[in-house]
């Protein structure tokens, strides 16, 4: 069992310990107070256990540098912008070419088709168009499936995330309303006008949400990720798909974060038949990307509707959508990066990551557990897998977690934040996953009843 007080006292050393070793990053974030508000770039990483975030100096492979001149093995790969690894060789090059020749035309560079073609080999869906982020790609995807389908709503699964898309940001309270998420800064309209909450591997619940046939689109990571690691029952994707066709619902498969099960995500893997696909993060090796593919039916369809507003199309777009640098940068990461050998020297690595925590937590005996996801793998502070979103929430423990990324940042390694998720990168080495096992195992020896 875990010792609270004996918690308590490692944190408060671990804090310490972290303000002596990171004067300059303490220096920088003090020093932007006054241009950057609190201090930071982007308003959540005064959220990274410390309370102050490192400021990066250099990134190679899956070695990150500090301002303070410390190493530091990252097993978190900008949660997934960078799984490929920081600037890959291969990406280098093609990145110091396609600045010599303009990077922003609002035209489209030969890239755009060579990567659409190699999208529908790995995800199966025919037709793609891009954008500057997964969050507008799964939002203007929702508006296609509205337009088509000439309805409002989007079911998505509580506690899931899909970006800063309104329709999304919201979850079930104990007694089944539909609310704006907790923490949801300037709350949109009441959500339960255009969404169903529904929890994750609930049959019935999705059913019902269909069967008023006033839903566009079912909005699912095929693996819930962002509340920790919450796979599919048995079964469970087979109904979603039975479901939605047969209340003539679209099925958006969010793999943003799944490409990490194989070339064409969890699609790929699994044999899924959605209707949309929606990628990002790692696709352009860190550059901006959003991608959104669509089945042959959605696109004529789809098409259609374009015509009819004879291209007066408003709320899609985005001005350095596919832009060159993007194109160029997805192209060289999709034929030489993001491969099949990628993810044969990953995956063996994310089982090796959780053999050794897994022997961490039986030498204590914590009640922990761990699961994996392909390149992805985390740790619970609960006994057993979550089944769903609000298992997933019930069961945080954020003293737990701060203490466990602050012990492993003292250290020399840098988890994901907000939860205890690492993941492989072709670039990672057995040597790497195995000083996380050992840094891992002290963290828990100085916690221990
Ligand atoms: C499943 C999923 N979809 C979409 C997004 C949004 O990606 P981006 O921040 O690149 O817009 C995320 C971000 O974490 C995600 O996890």
Not at 93 to 100: F, L, R, S, T
Request: aromatic fraction near 10%; charged fraction near 25%; charge should be negative.
């Amino acid at each position: 069992m875990v010792n609270r007080d004996k918690l308590k006292k490692a944190y408060a050393e671990e804090l310490e310990l972290f303000h002596k070793l990171h004067p300059t990053s303490i220096k920088n974030f003090e020093n932007a107070k006054d241009c950057l508000l609190q201090g930071v770039p982007l308003n959540w990483m005064v959220r990274y256990a410390g309370g102050i975030p490192l400021t990066v100096k250099d990134a190679r492979g899956v070695h990150l540098t500090d301002a303070d001149g410390i190493d530091y093995i990252d097993f978190c790969l900008g949660d997934t912008g960078s799984m490929v690894g920081h600037s890959p060789e291969p990406f280098v090059e093609a990145m110091a070419d396609i600045v010599k020749h303009g990077t922003s035309h609002m035209l489209p560079t030969e890239d755009a088709t060579w990567n659409a073609r190699e999208l529908t080999r790995r995800f199966g869906v025919k037709y793609w168009q891009f954008s500057t982020s997964a969050t507008d790609a799964n939002r203007f995807a929702i508006r296609l499936a509205r337009q088509i389908t000439k309805r409002p709503k989007v079911v998505v699964f509580n506690w899931c995330y899909h970006g800063t898309v309104d329709e999304t940001i919201a979850t079930l309270t104990p007694e089944g309303d539909i609310i704006s998420r907790l923490g949801n800064i300037g709350p949109q309209i009441d959500p339960s006008y255009t969404t169903k909450v529904i929890e994750w591997n609930d049959v019935e619940a999705l059913e019902n949400a269909l069967k008023d046939e006033d839903v566009a689109v079912v909005m699912a990571e095929p693996v819930m990720t962002n509340i920790g690691i919450v796979h599919p029952a048995p079964g469970y994707h087979e109904k979603l798909r039975e479901l939605t066709r047969k209340y003539g619902t679209y099925l958006l498969i969010d793999e943003t974060h799944t490409i990490c099960c194989g070339i064409g995500g969890y699609t790929r893997e699994k044999g899924l038949d959605p209707d949309i696909v929606v990628c990002g993060k790692t696709l352009a090796g860190g550059i901006p990307v959003g991608v959104y593919g669509f089945t042959e039916e959605f696109a004529q369809k789809a098409e259609a509707e374009l015509v009819a507003l004879y291209g007066l199309v408003k709320g899609i777009g985005g001005t350095l959508a596919a832009n060159a640098i993007t194109m160029a940068a997805m192209h060289v990461i999709l034929d030489k990066v993001l491969t099949e050998d990628f993810y044969k020297h990953a995956i063996p690595l994310a089982e090796r990551f959780n053999a050794g925590v897994e022997a961490g937590i039986k030498e204590f005996g914590f009640d922990w557990s761990t699961t994996q996801l392909g390149t992805r793998t985390e740790y619970w502070f609960l006994p057993e897998v979550a089944k769903d979103g609000t298992d997933a929430v019930n069961h945080r423990d954020f003293d737990l977690d701060w203490y466990m990324h602050l012990y492993a940042l003292n250290r020399g390694i840098f988890m994901t934040p907000f939860h205890n998720m690492a993941i492989m990168s072709a670039a990672t080495s057995e040597a790497d996953v195995d000083r996380h096992t050992e840094v891992f195992r002290e963290a828990c020896e100085k916690i221990a009843d």
